[in-house]
Protein backbone atom coordinates (compact mmCIF):
# COMPACT_ATOMS: atom_id res chain seq x y z
CA UNK A 1 0.00 0.00 0.00
CA UNK A 2 1.09 3.77 -0.44
CA UNK A 3 1.68 4.97 2.75
CA UNK A 4 2.37 9.09 2.91
CA UNK A 5 3.99 10.47 5.71
CA UNK A 6 2.75 13.84 6.61
CA UNK A 7 5.49 15.90 8.45
CA UNK A 8 3.73 19.71 9.67
CA UNK A 9 6.33 22.62 10.08
CA UNK A 10 6.22 25.58 11.49
CA UNK A 11 10.23 26.78 11.63
CA UNK A 12 11.43 23.61 11.73
CA UNK A 13 15.16 24.41 9.61
CA UNK A 14 16.88 22.59 12.31
CA UNK A 15 15.03 19.63 12.80
CA UNK A 16 13.33 19.01 9.49
CA UNK A 17 16.66 16.95 7.21
CA UNK A 18 17.67 14.98 10.71
CA UNK A 19 13.88 13.68 10.89
CA UNK A 20 13.61 12.89 7.01
CA UNK A 21 16.83 11.03 7.04
CA UNK A 22 15.91 9.28 10.52
CA UNK A 23 12.72 8.12 9.03
CA UNK A 24 14.21 6.81 5.52
CA UNK A 25 16.37 4.53 7.99
CA UNK A 26 13.56 3.18 9.51
CA UNK A 27 11.44 2.30 6.71
CA UNK A 28 14.55 0.91 4.80
CA UNK A 29 13.32 -2.53 5.70
CA UNK A 30 9.64 -1.81 4.21
CA UNK A 31 9.01 -4.49 1.84
CA UNK A 32 5.21 -4.22 1.45
CA UNK A 33 4.49 -0.53 1.49
CA UNK A 34 5.73 2.20 -0.66
CA UNK A 35 6.97 5.39 1.55
CA UNK A 36 6.94 8.97 0.44
CA UNK A 37 7.29 12.10 2.12
CA UNK A 38 4.82 15.01 2.69
CA UNK A 39 5.96 18.45 4.27
CA UNK A 40 3.13 21.02 4.91
CA UNK A 41 5.24 23.99 6.09
CA UNK A 42 3.50 27.38 7.47
CA UNK A 43 5.43 29.72 5.52
CA UNK A 44 7.58 29.83 7.72
CA UNK A 45 9.99 32.49 8.27
CA UNK A 46 13.14 30.79 9.12
CA UNK A 47 13.75 29.10 5.72
CA UNK A 48 12.39 25.55 6.15
CA UNK A 49 10.94 25.54 2.89
CA UNK A 50 14.33 26.19 1.06
CA UNK A 51 15.96 23.51 3.11
CA UNK A 52 13.59 20.93 2.35
CA UNK A 53 13.79 21.89 -1.51
CA UNK A 54 16.98 22.01 -1.66
CA UNK A 55 17.04 18.00 -0.09
CA UNK A 56 14.09 16.98 -2.68
CA UNK A 57 16.92 17.37 -5.28
CA UNK A 58 18.52 14.08 -4.21
CA UNK A 59 15.26 12.44 -2.99
CA UNK A 60 12.67 11.97 -5.58
CA UNK A 61 10.08 10.49 -2.66
CA UNK A 62 10.04 13.87 -0.37
CA UNK A 63 7.13 16.40 -1.45
CA UNK A 64 6.42 20.04 0.13
CA UNK A 65 3.43 22.07 -0.15
CA UNK A 66 3.32 25.59 0.84
CA UNK A 67 0.09 27.19 2.81
CA UNK A 68 -0.38 30.40 5.17
CA UNK A 69 -0.36 29.79 9.46
CA UNK A 70 -3.71 28.82 10.15
CA UNK A 71 -3.02 26.22 12.97
CA UNK A 72 -1.97 23.04 13.39
CA UNK A 73 -5.22 21.20 12.61
CA UNK A 74 -5.76 23.48 9.43
CA UNK A 75 -2.11 22.38 8.10
CA UNK A 76 -2.71 18.60 8.93
CA UNK A 77 -5.55 18.85 6.89
CA UNK A 78 -4.28 20.31 4.23
CA UNK A 79 -1.69 17.69 4.18
CA UNK A 80 -4.36 14.78 4.29
CA UNK A 81 -6.14 16.56 1.12
CA UNK A 82 -3.06 16.77 -0.89
CA UNK A 83 -1.99 13.00 0.52
CA UNK A 84 -5.24 11.37 -0.43
CA UNK A 85 -6.71 13.14 -3.33
CA UNK A 86 -3.42 14.17 -5.23
CA UNK A 87 -0.67 11.28 -4.32
CA UNK A 88 -3.28 8.68 -4.38
CA UNK A 89 -1.98 7.68 -0.27
CA UNK A 90 -3.92 4.33 1.00
CA UNK A 91 -2.50 5.24 4.52
CA UNK A 92 -1.22 8.22 6.58
CA UNK A 93 0.89 8.23 8.80
CA UNK A 94 1.46 11.83 10.96
CA UNK A 95 4.60 12.54 12.96
CA UNK A 96 5.47 15.93 14.75
CA UNK A 97 8.99 18.02 13.07
CA UNK A 98 10.39 18.80 16.17
CA UNK A 99 12.41 14.70 16.83
CA UNK A 100 10.01 14.27 19.84
CA UNK A 101 8.67 11.38 18.24
CA UNK A 102 10.93 8.42 17.47
CA UNK A 103 11.30 7.75 13.94
CA UNK A 104 12.14 4.26 14.47
CA UNK A 105 8.74 3.61 16.28
CA UNK A 106 7.31 4.58 12.69
CA UNK A 107 7.40 0.67 11.35
CA UNK A 108 5.50 -0.47 13.80
CA UNK A 109 1.98 1.89 12.96
CA UNK A 110 2.54 0.12 9.69
CA UNK A 111 2.80 -3.53 11.37
CA UNK A 112 -0.54 -2.68 13.39
CA UNK A 113 -2.60 -1.67 10.39
CA UNK A 114 -0.90 -5.09 8.28
CA UNK A 115 -2.75 -6.48 11.58
CA UNK A 116 -6.10 -5.02 10.83
CA UNK A 117 -6.21 -1.84 13.16
CA UNK A 118 -7.02 0.79 10.63
CA UNK A 119 -6.00 3.50 13.19
CA UNK A 120 -3.02 3.50 15.29
CA UNK A 121 -2.13 6.13 18.10
CA UNK A 122 1.28 6.65 19.53
CA UNK A 123 0.53 6.86 23.56
CA UNK A 124 2.71 8.19 25.91
CA UNK A 125 0.11 6.83 28.47
CA UNK A 126 0.11 3.17 28.22
CA UNK A 127 3.02 0.52 29.55
CA UNK A 128 6.16 1.60 27.87
CA UNK A 129 5.35 4.92 27.09
CA UNK A 130 6.62 8.00 28.95
CA UNK A 131 6.46 11.94 28.84
CA UNK A 132 9.68 13.72 29.61
CA UNK A 133 11.35 13.57 32.99
CA UNK A 134 12.27 17.28 32.12
CA UNK A 135 9.17 18.87 31.74
CA UNK A 136 8.08 20.91 34.23
CA UNK A 137 5.39 20.10 36.78
CA UNK A 138 2.63 22.86 34.94
CA UNK A 139 3.36 21.21 31.84
CA UNK A 140 3.03 17.66 32.84
CA UNK A 141 -0.25 18.56 34.53
CA UNK A 142 -1.71 20.20 31.51
CA UNK A 143 -0.77 16.83 29.31
CA UNK A 144 -1.91 14.35 31.89
CA UNK A 145 -5.12 16.44 32.87
CA UNK A 146 -6.14 17.51 29.46
CA UNK A 147 -6.20 13.71 28.52
CA UNK A 148 -8.03 12.64 31.37
CA UNK A 149 -10.46 15.41 30.71
CA UNK A 150 -11.16 14.10 27.10
CA UNK A 151 -11.10 10.53 28.33
CA UNK A 152 -14.08 10.96 30.63
CA UNK A 153 -15.59 13.61 29.29
CA UNK A 154 -16.08 11.92 25.88
CA UNK A 155 -16.72 8.58 27.56
CA UNK A 156 -14.26 6.60 25.57
CA UNK A 157 -11.61 5.37 28.58
CA UNK A 158 -10.10 2.17 26.21
CA UNK A 159 -8.23 4.67 24.54
CA UNK A 160 -5.28 6.61 26.83
CA UNK A 161 -3.58 9.37 24.38
CA UNK A 162 -5.91 11.60 22.66
CA UNK A 163 -3.76 14.45 22.41
CA UNK A 164 -0.91 12.86 20.62
CA UNK A 165 0.42 14.26 16.94
CA UNK A 166 2.09 10.58 16.19
CA UNK A 167 -0.91 8.54 14.47
CA UNK A 168 -1.79 6.33 11.31
CA UNK A 169 -4.79 5.94 10.02
CA UNK A 170 -6.42 4.64 6.52
CA UNK A 171 -8.17 6.56 4.06
CA UNK A 172 -11.48 5.88 4.92
CA UNK A 173 -11.39 8.52 8.02
CA UNK A 174 -10.61 11.25 5.35
CA UNK A 175 -13.31 10.34 2.91
CA UNK A 176 -15.89 10.07 5.41
CA UNK A 177 -15.08 12.59 8.36
CA UNK A 178 -12.94 15.98 6.79
CA UNK A 179 -15.50 18.02 5.87
CA UNK A 180 -16.03 18.38 8.93
CA UNK A 181 -12.75 19.11 10.54
CA UNK A 182 -12.39 22.50 8.48
CA UNK A 183 -13.88 23.95 11.95
CA UNK A 184 -10.55 22.65 13.94
CA UNK A 185 -7.61 24.71 13.67
CA UNK A 186 -5.58 23.89 16.90
CA UNK A 187 -4.41 20.96 18.57
CA UNK A 188 -7.71 20.11 19.22
CA UNK A 189 -7.67 18.73 15.73
CA UNK A 190 -6.43 15.92 16.93
CA UNK A 191 -8.82 14.74 19.56
CA UNK A 192 -11.77 15.83 16.96
CA UNK A 193 -10.45 13.25 14.30
CA UNK A 194 -9.96 10.57 16.68
CA UNK A 195 -13.04 11.45 18.32
CA UNK A 196 -14.90 11.02 14.96
CA UNK A 197 -13.24 8.53 13.81
CA UNK A 198 -14.37 6.21 16.78
CA UNK A 199 -17.96 7.32 16.01
CA UNK A 200 -16.99 5.57 12.38
CA UNK A 201 -16.15 2.17 13.59
CA UNK A 202 -12.25 2.87 13.84
CA UNK A 203 -10.31 -0.37 15.35
CA UNK A 204 -7.72 2.03 17.35
CA UNK A 205 -4.46 0.39 18.39
CA UNK A 206 -2.38 2.25 20.93
CA UNK A 207 1.47 1.78 20.16
CA UNK A 208 3.72 2.75 23.24
CA UNK A 209 6.11 6.25 22.71
CA UNK A 210 8.54 7.64 24.78
CA UNK A 211 7.39 11.24 23.80
CA UNK A 212 10.85 13.36 24.22
CA UNK A 213 11.58 17.09 24.26
CA UNK A 214 12.52 19.35 21.33
CA UNK A 215 16.33 20.29 20.79
CA UNK A 216 15.60 23.32 18.68
CA UNK A 217 13.29 25.70 18.51
CA UNK A 218 9.99 26.53 20.83
CA UNK A 219 6.73 24.49 21.67
CA UNK A 220 4.07 26.47 19.58
CA UNK A 221 1.39 25.33 22.46
CA UNK A 222 -0.39 27.68 24.24
CA UNK A 223 -1.77 26.11 27.75
CA UNK A 224 -4.68 28.43 28.00
CA UNK A 225 -6.04 28.08 25.17
CA UNK A 226 -5.39 24.89 24.93
CA UNK A 227 -7.33 23.59 28.12
CA UNK A 228 -10.37 26.30 26.89
CA UNK A 229 -10.64 24.10 23.56
CA UNK A 230 -10.99 20.54 24.87
CA UNK A 231 -13.47 21.73 27.04
CA UNK A 232 -15.49 23.62 24.05
CA UNK A 233 -14.84 20.37 22.25
CA UNK A 234 -16.02 17.78 24.47
CA UNK A 235 -19.25 20.41 25.83
CA UNK A 236 -20.33 20.84 22.30
CA UNK A 237 -19.88 17.21 21.32
CA UNK A 238 -21.62 15.44 24.47
CA UNK A 239 -24.58 18.13 23.86
CA UNK A 240 -25.17 16.92 20.07
CA UNK A 241 -24.47 13.14 21.55
CA UNK A 242 -27.70 14.00 23.55
CA UNK A 243 -29.47 15.69 21.08
CA UNK A 244 -29.20 13.55 17.71
CA UNK A 245 -28.11 10.37 19.63
CA UNK A 246 -30.46 7.32 21.53
CA UNK A 247 -31.27 9.33 24.87
CA UNK A 248 -32.04 12.43 22.86
CA UNK A 249 -34.91 10.65 20.75
CA UNK A 250 -35.65 8.81 23.78
CA UNK A 251 -36.19 12.21 25.83
CA UNK A 252 -38.46 13.18 22.50
CA UNK A 253 -40.37 9.90 22.93
CA UNK A 254 -41.16 10.00 26.46
CA UNK A 255 -42.28 13.62 26.01
CA UNK A 256 -45.20 12.41 24.00
CA UNK A 257 -45.53 9.66 27.05
CA UNK A 258 -45.63 12.54 29.52
CA UNK A 259 -48.34 14.09 27.71
CA UNK A 260 -50.34 11.52 27.56
CA UNK A 261 -49.82 10.18 31.05
CA UNK A 262 -50.83 14.02 31.90
CA UNK A 263 -53.83 14.19 29.81
CA UNK A 264 -55.24 10.55 31.08
CA UNK A 265 -54.11 11.66 35.07
CA UNK A 266 -55.95 15.13 34.68
CA UNK A 267 -59.32 13.23 33.05
CA UNK A 268 -59.15 11.03 35.76
CA UNK A 269 -59.06 13.12 38.59
CA UNK A 270 -61.96 15.26 36.87
CA UNK A 271 -63.72 12.13 36.88
CA UNK A 272 -63.29 11.71 40.91
CA UNK A 273 -60.70 9.27 40.90
CA UNK A 274 -57.63 9.44 43.53
CA UNK A 275 -54.73 10.70 41.24
CA UNK A 276 -52.49 7.88 42.23
CA UNK A 277 -55.59 5.66 39.98
CA UNK A 278 -55.19 8.40 37.64
CA UNK A 279 -51.29 8.04 37.20
CA UNK A 280 -51.41 4.31 36.94
CA UNK A 281 -53.57 4.19 33.78
CA UNK A 282 -51.93 7.76 32.56
CA UNK A 283 -48.77 5.42 32.47
CA UNK A 284 -50.43 2.36 30.78
CA UNK A 285 -51.02 4.29 28.26
CA UNK A 286 -48.05 6.19 27.99
CA UNK A 287 -46.15 2.91 28.35
CA UNK A 288 -47.93 1.58 24.99
CA UNK A 289 -46.90 4.66 23.22
CA UNK A 290 -43.35 4.32 24.48
CA UNK A 291 -43.00 1.38 23.23
CA UNK A 292 -44.22 1.66 19.68
CA UNK A 293 -42.00 5.07 19.00
CA UNK A 294 -38.74 3.84 20.63
CA UNK A 295 -39.09 0.63 18.54
CA UNK A 296 -39.82 2.28 15.33
CA UNK A 297 -37.43 5.48 16.30
CA UNK A 298 -34.88 5.66 18.75
CA UNK A 299 -33.87 2.35 19.43
CA UNK A 300 -34.24 1.50 15.29
CA UNK A 301 -30.87 -0.01 14.56
CA UNK A 302 -32.28 -2.22 17.33
CA UNK A 303 -35.57 -2.74 15.98
CA UNK A 304 -37.98 -5.66 17.21
CA UNK A 305 -40.41 -7.34 14.89
CA UNK A 306 -42.72 -10.45 14.55
CA UNK A 307 -43.71 -12.60 17.26
CA UNK A 308 -40.77 -11.21 19.13
CA UNK A 309 -42.79 -7.66 20.01
CA UNK A 310 -45.56 -9.62 21.85
CA UNK A 311 -42.82 -11.09 24.03
CA UNK A 312 -40.72 -7.59 23.98
CA UNK A 313 -43.83 -5.63 25.18
CA UNK A 314 -44.72 -7.64 28.05
CA UNK A 315 -40.60 -7.52 29.13
CA UNK A 316 -41.31 -3.83 27.93
CA UNK A 317 -44.29 -3.31 30.44
CA UNK A 318 -42.03 -5.41 33.12
CA UNK A 319 -39.35 -3.00 33.18
CA UNK A 320 -41.83 -0.20 33.36
CA UNK A 321 -42.57 -1.13 36.20
CA UNK A 322 -40.27 0.11 38.10
CA UNK A 323 -40.95 3.59 36.72
CA UNK A 324 -44.42 3.32 37.43
CA UNK A 325 -43.98 2.91 40.96
CA UNK A 326 -41.32 5.64 41.24
CA UNK A 327 -44.28 7.54 39.43
CA UNK A 328 -47.46 6.07 41.64
CA UNK A 329 -45.46 6.28 44.61
CA UNK A 330 -44.07 9.42 44.73
CA UNK A 331 -47.88 10.81 44.02
CA UNK A 332 -49.22 8.35 46.95
CA UNK A 333 -46.01 10.13 49.73
CA UNK A 334 -46.58 13.57 48.32
CA UNK A 335 -50.31 13.76 48.35
CA UNK A 336 -50.41 11.83 52.32
CA UNK A 337 -48.21 14.06 53.80
CA UNK A 338 -49.16 17.42 51.46
CA UNK A 339 -52.35 17.29 50.52
CA UNK A 340 -54.18 16.18 47.38
CA UNK A 341 -53.85 19.95 46.10
CA UNK A 342 -49.94 18.96 45.70
CA UNK A 343 -50.33 15.85 43.35
CA UNK A 344 -49.05 17.74 40.58
CA UNK A 345 -45.52 18.82 41.79
CA UNK A 346 -44.85 14.62 43.11
CA UNK A 347 -46.13 13.74 39.53
CA UNK A 348 -43.84 15.71 37.99
CA UNK A 349 -40.61 14.77 40.83
CA UNK A 350 -41.95 11.23 39.84
CA UNK A 351 -42.00 11.54 36.28
CA UNK A 352 -38.02 12.74 36.32
CA UNK A 353 -36.33 10.01 38.58
CA UNK A 354 -38.58 7.29 36.32
CA UNK A 355 -37.06 8.44 33.05
CA UNK A 356 -33.41 7.64 33.77
CA UNK A 357 -34.83 4.27 35.01
CA UNK A 358 -36.76 3.63 31.83
CA UNK A 359 -33.70 4.40 30.11
CA UNK A 360 -31.14 2.33 31.43
CA UNK A 361 -33.71 -0.49 31.15
CA UNK A 362 -34.60 -0.29 27.97
CA UNK A 363 -31.41 0.52 26.41
CA UNK A 364 -29.50 -2.36 28.10
CA UNK A 365 -32.19 -4.96 28.75
CA UNK A 366 -35.28 -4.16 26.01
CA UNK A 367 -32.84 -3.00 22.74
CA UNK A 368 -29.52 -4.17 24.09
CA UNK A 369 -27.11 -4.20 21.30
CA UNK A 370 -26.22 -7.95 20.16
CA UNK A 371 -23.26 -7.87 21.69
CA UNK A 372 -24.08 -7.49 25.26
CA UNK A 373 -26.50 -10.85 24.57
Same mark, same amino acid.
Given at each position: ???????????????????????????????????????????SPDGTRGVVAAYQ????????????????????????????????????????????????????????????????????????????????????????????????????????????????????????????????????????????????? @?? $????? #? %??????? &??????? !??????????????????????????????????????????????????????????????????????????????????????????????? @?? $????? #? %??????? &??????? !?????FYIIGVGIGLIWN???????????????
Open positions: MKVVVIIPTYNERENIIVLLDQLADAFGGIKNHTISYLVVDDTKTHKNVYLIIGKKEGLGKALLRGMRHAFEDMGADIVLQIDADLSHNPKKAPEFLKAIDNRANFVVGSRYIPGGSIPDNWGIHRKIYSVLGNAIVRFGLGHLNVKDWTGGYRAYTRKFYDEIHHELDQYSGYVFQIAFLHKAIHRG @AH $VVEVP #I %QFTDRLY &GHSKIAP !AEYIFNIYKYIITARLHEIVTGSFGKFLVVGTIGFIINTVVLEVMVKMQFHPTIGSLVGSEFAIISNFILNNRWTFHDRIISGKRQITKFIQFNT @AS $VGAIL #I %QAGSVFV &GTFFFGV !ATYRIYIMYSRVIWKHKKDV
